[in-house]
């Protein structure tokens, strides 16, 4: 399992002592996977629509902590969720349509248990 930033290499660097990341961090500066997966940059106003700004106001009271972006990251870039296979074939992909758009955990895990019988039973 891997995570992708576009953050520098030196940025993450900073960021695993104190995050105990328990998944390989991997640096994409200048975002060549995400334009391979499709990827797409927003708009400047996006930040103000309402699911947006509800969605940012959510997780300030979960207790994340908005920073500022460092340099070289686009912060209008969109991110996604993918799982891919050993041999690197898709065979999951959400592709976010707005900076808070994410699939929950529960959602990913759902799409891995169906992934993991498709393989039992030989329809994957």
Known sequence: MAVVSQSQPAELARYQPAQRWKVRVLADPQRRLYHALGLERTRPWIFLWPPVVLG?????????????????????????????????????????????????????????????????????
Do not use: I, M, N
Request: charged residues 25%; hydrophobic residues 40%; contains cysteine.
């Open 56 to 124: 940012y106001l959510w997780s300030l009271l979960r207790g994340y902590r908005p920073r500022l972006p460092r340099p070289g990251e686009d912060v209008l870039q969109l991110g996604g969720d993918f799982l891919l296979d050993r041999q690197r074939t898709l065979l999951y992909a959400y592709r976010s349509a707005h900076p808070t758009d994410r699939p929950s955990a529960a959602a990913l895990l759902a799409a891995l248990d169906a992934l993991r019988q498709a393989k039992t039973t030989g329809s994957c």
